[in-house]
T-cell receptor, first 111, second 113 residues
Framework: RKEVEQDPGPFNVPEGATVAFNCTYS??????FFWYRQDCRKEPKLLMS???SGNEDGRFTAQLNRASQYISLLIRDSKLSDSATYLC????????????FGGGTRLMVKP | NAGVTQTPKFQVLKTGQSMTLQCAQD?????MYWYRQDPGMGLRLIYY???????DKGEVPNGYNVSRLNKREFSLRLESAAPSQTSVYFC????????????FGPGTRLTVL
């Protein structure tokens, strides 16, 4: 079983829609959580960190549920420019403090 | 700041050939990483360097070697390329501290025939 699992998608949504992605992690020693964004044929870039109390950055909201071991990303009012792959990333405390990446969820926003 | 730079951007090798992928960062980060990304497999860690002078194996180190030349530069070497090493290779450095962000280079697309 992978340490970090994501639905690969693709999620096809119209402009203006609200879309949510979930990510589950298997290691209870996971201590830090992030969402990265990767555009086609480009490098991953940090989108936002995920805090225990949940956090929002404009149209993006991230939530953490430690009891169920999942994190989520909600995108409101989707734009064409949101089309990308979203990577869930976890730092596991007893794994050398390495970042562990999920396989990514692909989002395609259509006009 | 250029951030993380990688060379070359593209490379085609024949089986058995060797090559070195170069990576440099100008953000004064201690930690640097090499990943490969394959369809359906996500990003997998090949090697990392927690600080200048140290290197450690990641998840998929076989067939690769690395050198942390100085704080800025971290190179990845394929001694005898195999078709299974066809992939996109990303170098990254990590800020650590409160923000703890990993910054990636633009990637090298390698094809081994």
């Amino acid at each position: 079983r992978k340490e970090v699992e994501q639905d690969p998608g693709p999620f096809n949504v119209p402009e203006g829609a609200t879309v949510a992605f979930n990510c589950t992690y298997s290691n209870s020693a996971s201590q830090s959580f992030f969402w990265y964004r990767q555009d086609c044929r480009k490098e991953p870039k940090l989108l936002m960190s995920v805090y225990s109390s949940g956090n929002e950055d404009g149209r993006f909201t991230a939530q953490l549920n430690r009891a169920s071991q999942y994190i989520s990303l909600l995108i409101r009012d989707s734009k064409l420019s949101d089309s990308a792959t979203y990577l869930c990333v976890v730092i596991i405390r007893n794994a050398g403090n390495m970042l562990t990446f999920g396989g990514g969820t692909r989002l395609m926003v259509k006009p | 700041n250029a951030g993380v730079t990688q060379t070359p951007k593209f490379q085609v090798l024949k089986t058995g050939q060797s090559m070195t992928l170069q990576c440099a960062q100008d953000m004064n980060h201690n930690s640097m990483y090499w990943y490969r990304q394959d369809p359906g497999m996500g990003l997998r860690l090949i090697y990392y360097s927690a600080s200048e002078g140290t290197t450690d194996k990641g998840e998929v180190p076989n067939g690769y070697n690395v050198s942390r030349l100085n704080k800025r530069e971290f190179s990845l070497r394929l001694e005898s390329a195999a078709p299974s090493q066809t992939s996109v290779y990303f170098c990254a450095s990590r800020s650590g501290g409160a923000t703890d962000t990993q910054y990636f280079g633009p990637g090298t697309r390698l094809t081994v025939l």
